[in-house]
């Protein structure tokens, strides 16, 4: 708390400083006050006002994105309410988010999300590679709550929608260059550029190229290297033909390629009170654990690698009607990953993963958005979906446990993986029916058919000692100890209503009930009858929810308010389970019916012409109900499984900005200070994992050139340098594998537009 108050005096002893101020007027479009904005989205799959959208949403325009120095997912968590967008500790890129507590904490590929992501109409079914860094984009939308209805797949928790900017009118060009540090380790070096012209009277195109190359944030203890190495390159082309007034084509093509080490993984006590190993493979019973959960501190001696390809086509069609609009999106995905990662997180070798992944995806929808007449409004639709995904796990195992300690090269090995396959079709329709001008009713409904496919190679059903894994899946090799297929037809509808009290304040409300359908889990590793019954499968799961909300717009900001209830039955949830042989076992079950409830505020108000504050407040209350599997691991179902938390389902998330507008001689600058709690939170079912309460503290000031085209910027992300992990997982042999994220960055950006 002494440096939040440090920080916000020093901005307020730079207000006063600043003598020569400006009203909103003078700032040619160049204010901090762009925050404020209300903006145009598409959370309903139609154009219109953020605060007329009967959701509970946080949007962000390119121009807001651009204040905030959004760079991946992680930079937008900080002042939205009951959100957390992480990544998956594991594997970097792979997303990890929950809202109002409903998510799923699992890097495997067969386990989908709970909350979607929707890149430029498209639905990224695929949890991997989601969290990279992220440039030239047209607007963000959280949606917070169930959406199924209109984004079906595995949008349970809510949905991110994430639009990349079109190319301009006229000539443009867009350089961006920022120079980040903070850490013990090494700089981050990042370039953007974009260029955007007209081709002819009909068509017009862009290329947007980012690049990045992090020297590596950390210092690995071990041998003193830097560690979290990370390169991206990324290029994007864009494409926008229109013929007549009528029809619009816009094509999308990307190609990106990461290149980094494994994850920055931290050793420390685990739930049992065990510390890490000493060299010689012996427990250390706390408190003689290597590193505190509260440091940045590490020893590693694999450093790992992630080695990934992405390729995304997307082809939209838009033919403007006379009381509507007619759109299909085409969509397709591939995503190739390579890893190895130091499980054990200490400096001898006693758990690495090395291994391969394959994921596509195709999708196609068609949709008609309009009006069937003065009153009724229209958004209908056909969505299909296909994608494969191909898994290569590995477990080299070592040291004493296994009396393989001075076989150097060599290893117990366990190899499993398979192959999934996907296909869904899916109709959906909404109406808005006007009874008045005051009052309309919202009915939506989405019929879904989904089928799933395994082929299955239990990971501990493959095992040899030696330098080479026993099999390969790729290759064909691992032998399929369980094969499987099943289909889920499900409806999800949607009631609502919408009663603008006057032109600048509504109340919303609306009941609905989505599904998730059942899967596989694709890294199974523990005896099938014994933890999964019969199969390692899970059911579907069913989301009802109430909300009931208001938005208010007045001459100085915004107020928004949403009380939500949701029930989540036969949740689907994964367990890890301490392993006397590989040290974690992952168990995706249904474990029973879970509670969300809670609220969120979240408001915007100027103070003058210079100067506005923001904030949220986010709470939720959640609890296991009807309980259908052990979760703590004693194979009894009692209530020290009801009185297990819900992971990642924080109680209490809170936030508060302020921004002011100044000037530097002719110079134009911004200065903005936030500050973003989120309560301590548990990883895993069985609470033996936990991830810190935070406490962030965001700092920037920019300033810009007369004319706009310059704009120089230093800022600084967790300035209070809090701890984040990963995740949390707890190893039978002693310690944890808990993947650090960076701490405090400090950054120097110049931006020229000719």
């Given at each position: 708390?002494k440096?939040?108050?440090?920080?916000?005096?020093?901005?307020?002893?730079?207000?006063?400083?600043?003598?020569?101020?400006?009203?909103?007027?003078?700032?040619?479009?160049?204010?901090?006050?762009?925050?404020?904005?209300?903006?145009?989205?598409?959370?309903?799959?139609?154009?219109?006002?953020?605060?007329?959208?009967?959701?509970?949403?946080?949007?962000?325009?390119?121009?807001?994105?651009?204040?905030?120095?959004?760079?991946?997912f992680?930079?937008?968590?900080v002042?939205?309410?009951?959100?957390?967008?992480?990544?998956?500790?594991?594997?970097?890129g792979?997303?990890?988010?929950?809202?109002?507590?409903?998510?799923?904490?699992?890097?495997?590929?067969?386990?989908e999300?709970?909350?979607?992501?929707?890149?430029?109409g498209?639905?990224?079914?695929?949890?991997?590679?989601?969290?990279?860094?992220?440039?030239?984009?047209?607007?963000?939308?959280?949606?917070?709550?169930?959406?199924?209805?209109?984004?079906?797949?595995?949008?349970?928790?809510?949905?991110?929608?994430?639009?990349?900017?079109?190319?301009?009118?006229?000539?443009?060009h867009?350089?961006?260059?920022?120079?980040?540090?903070?850490?013990?380790?090494?700089?981050?070096?990042?370039?953007?550029?974009?260029?955007?012209?007209?081709?002819?009277?009909?068509?017009?195109?862009?290329?947007?190229?980012?690049?990045?190359?992090d020297?590596?944030?950390?210092?690995?203890?071990?041998?003193?290297?830097?560690?979290?190495?990370?390169?991206?390159?990324?290029?994007?082309?864009?494409?926008v033909y229109?013929?007549?007034?009528?029809?619009?084509?816009?094509?999308?093509?990307?190609?990106?390629?990461?290149?980094?080490?494994?994850?920055?993984?931290?050793?420390?006590?685990?739930?049992?009170?065990?510390?890490?190993?000493?060299?010689?493979?012996?427990?250390?019973?706390?408190?003689?654990?290597?590193?505190s959960?509260?440091?940045?501190?590490?020893?590693?001696?694999?450093?790992?690698?992630?080695?990934?390809?992405?390729?995304?086509f997307?082809?939209?069609?838009?033919?403007?009607?006379?009381?509507?609009?007619?759109?299909n999106?085409?969509?397709?995905?591939?995503?190739?990953l390579?890893?190895?990662?130091?499980?054990?997180?200490?400096?001898?070798?006693?758990?690495?993963?090395?291994?391969?992944?394959?994921?596509?995806?195709?999708?196609?929808?068609?949709?008609y958005?309009?009006?069937?007449?003065?009153?009724?409004?229209?958004?209908?639709?056909?969505?299909?979906?296909?994608?494969?995904?191909?898994?290569?796990?590995?477990?080299?195992?070592?040291?004493?446990?296994?009396?393989?300690?001075?076989?150097?090269?060599?290893?117990l090995?366990?190899?499993?993986?398979?192959?999934?396959?996907?296909?869904?079709t899916?109709?959906?329709?909404?109406?808005?029916?006007?009874?008045?001008?005051?009052?309309?009713?919202?009915?939506?409904?989405?019929?879904t058919?989904?089928?799933k496919?395994?082929?299955?190679?239990?990971?501990?059903?493959?095992?040899?000692?030696?330098?080479?894994?026993?099999?390969?899946?790729?290759?064909?090799?691992?032998?399929?100890?369980?094969?499987?297929?099943?289909?889920?037809?499900?409806?999800s509808?949607?009631?609502?209503?919408?009663?603008?009290?006057?032109?600048?304040?509504?109340?919303?409300?609306y009941?609905?009930?989505?599904?998730?359908?059942?899967?596989?889990?694709?890294?199974?590793?523990?005896?099938?009858?014994?933890?999964?019954?019969?199969a390692?499968?899970?059911?579907?799961?069913?989301?009802?929810?109430?909300?009931?909300?208001?938005?208010?717009?007045?001459?100085?900001?915004?107020?928004?308010?949403?009380?939500?209830?949701?029930?989540?039955?036969?949740?689907?949830?994964?367990?890890?389970?301490?392993?006397?042989?590989?040290?974690?076992?992952?168990?995706?079950?249904?474990?029973?019916?879970?509670s969300?409830r809670?609220?969120?505020?979240d408001?915007?108000?100027?103070?003058?012409?210079?100067?506005?504050?923001?904030?949220?407040?986010?709470y939720?209350?959640?609890?296991?109900?009807n309980l259908?599997?052990?979760?703590?691991?004693?194979?009894?179902?009692?209530?020290?499984?009801?009185?297990?938390?819900?992971?990642?389902?924080?109680p209490?998330?809170?936030?508060?900005?302020?921004?002011?507008?100044?000037?530097?001689?002719?110079?134009?600058?911004?200065?903005?200070?936030?500050?973003?709690?989120?309560?301590?939170?548990y990883?895993?079912?069985?609470n033996?994992?936990?991830?810190?309460e935070?406490d962030?503290?965001?700092?920037?000031?920019?300033?810009?050139?007369?004319?706009?085209?310059?704009?120089?910027?230093?800022?600084?992300?967790?300035?209070?340098?809090?701890?984040?992990?990963?995740?949390?997982?707890?190893?039978?042999?002693?310690?944890?594998f808990?993947p650090?994220?960076?701490g405090?960055?400090?950054?120097?950006?110049?931006?020229?537009?000719?």
């Amino acid at each position: 708390m002494k440096i939040l108050v440090k920080y916000f005096l020093t901005l307020i002893f730079l207000t006063v400083a600043s003598n020569n101020v400006f009203s909103t007027d003078d700032l040619n479009g160049i204010s901090s006050n762009v925050l404020i904005e209300d903006i145009v989205v598409t959370a309903r799959k139609k154009e219109e006002s953020a605060q007329d959208v009967p959701i509970a949403l946080t949007a962000m325009s390119q121009d807001q994105l651009e204040i905030i120095k959004f760079r991946d997912f992680n930079d937008l968590a900080v002042g939205m309410p009951n959100v957390a967008m992480d990544e998956i500790g594991t594997t970097k890129g792979t997303q990890n988010f929950s809202i109002r507590g409903v998510g799923i904490n699992s890097s495997i590929a067969s386990v989908e999300p709970s909350v979607a992501i929707v890149l430029d109409g498209v639905y990224m079914a695929n949890s991997a590679g989601m969290v990279f860094d992220m440039f030239d984009l047209e607007s963000i939308q959280i949606l917070r709550g169930p959406q199924g209805t209109l984004f079906g797949k595995n949008s349970t928790g809510g949905a991110v929608i994430v639009n990349t900017a079109l190319p301009t009118d006229k000539i443009l060009h867009k350089t961006r260059i920022a120079y980040e540090g903070g850490g013990p380790g090494g700089h981050n070096r990042i370039i953007q550029y974009s260029y955007s012209m007209p081709i002819n009277s009909n068509l017009k195109g862009k290329i947007s190229i980012h690049s990045s190359d992090d020297e590596g944030y950390f210092k690995n203890s071990y041998n003193k290297s830097n560690h979290g190495q990370y390169k991206q390159n990324t290029v994007r082309l864009a494409f926008v033909y229109e013929p007549n007034d009528k029809l619009e084509f816009i094509l999308r093509y990307e190609d990106s390629d990461q290149d980094g080490s494994g994850p920055s993984a931290q050793c420390h006590i685990n739930a049992d009170g065990l510390g890490c190993q000493a060299d010689d493979g012996a427990p250390v019973p706390a408190p003689n654990s290597t590193f505190s959960r509260y440091s940045l501190d590490f020893n590693i001696d694999n450093p790992g690698y992630l080695k990934s390809k992405t390729k995304f086509f997307n082809a939209t069609t838009n033919w403007y009607l006379d009381n509507g609009v007619v759109t299909n999106v085409f969509g397709k995905r591939k995503y190739d990953l390579n890893v190895d990662l130091d499980v054990d997180a200490r400096s001898v070798s006693f758990f690495d993963a090395p291994g391969e992944s394959y994921f596509e995806q195709i999708s196609n929808e068609l949709r008609y958005n309009g009006s069937l007449s003065d009153n009724l409004d229209i958004t209908a639709g056909l969505f299909m979906y296909e994608s494969d995904v191909m898994v290569w796990d590995n477990r080299a195992l070592r040291g004493v446990l296994y009396a393989l300690a001075g076989s150097p090269g060599t290893f117990l090995w366990q190899s499993g993986g398979g192959l999934h396959n996907v296909k869904q079709t899916a109709i959906f329709s909404t109406f808005d029916y006007s009874i008045n001008e005051k009052l309309s009713i919202n009915l939506g409904v989405r019929l879904t058919d989904e089928e799933k496919e395994i082929h299955l190679a239990s990971i501990n059903r493959n095992v040899s000692v030696g330098a080479t894994p026993p099999c390969s899946v790729p290759v064909g090799t691992c032998p399929y100890d369980y094969i499987d297929k099943d289909s889920w037809k499900t409806t999800s509808p949607k009631l609502g209503f919408t009663y603008f009290r006057k032109d600048t304040s509504m109340i919303y409300g609306y009941w609905t009930r989505v599904f998730k359908s059942g899967g596989y889990n694709l890294r199974n590793s523990v005896d099938l009858a014994t933890f999964q019954e019969a199969a390692p499968k899970a059911d579907d799961e069913t989301v009802e929810t109430f909300e009931i909300g208001m938005k208010n717009n007045f001459d100085r900001g915004r107020l928004n308010v949403a009380i939500f209830d949701t029930v989540i039955k036969d949740s689907q949830r994964m367990t890890n389970i301490q392993d006397p042989i590989s040290g974690v076992a992952q168990v995706v079950k249904n474990a029973g019916d879970i509670s969300y409830r809670g609220f969120e505020i979240d408001g915007i108000y100027t103070i003058n012409d210079k100067t506005s504050l923001i904030a949220s407040l986010g709470y939720v209350d959640s609890k296991y109900k009807n309980l259908i599997s052990d979760l703590n691991g004693d194979f009894i179902i009692n209530h020290l499984d009801y009185d297990l938390k819900i992971p990642r389902a924080a109680p209490l998330t809170f936030g508060i900005g302020i921004n002011f507008d100044g000037t530097l001689g002719s110079w134009k600058s911004i200065t903005r200070l936030n500050f973003y709690h989120r309560d301590k939170s548990y990883y895993n079912e069985n609470n033996q994992g936990f991830i810190n309460e935070q406490d962030i503290i965001n700092f920037g000031y920019d300033i810009y050139s007369p004319t706009g085209d310059i704009n120089i910027s230093i800022y600084g992300k967790n300035l209070s340098n809090e701890v984040k992990h990963g995740g949390d997982t707890n190893l039978s042999f002693g310690g944890t594998f808990s993947p650090l994220a960076k701490g405090k960055i400090t950054g120097l950006e110049l931006v020229y537009k000719f």
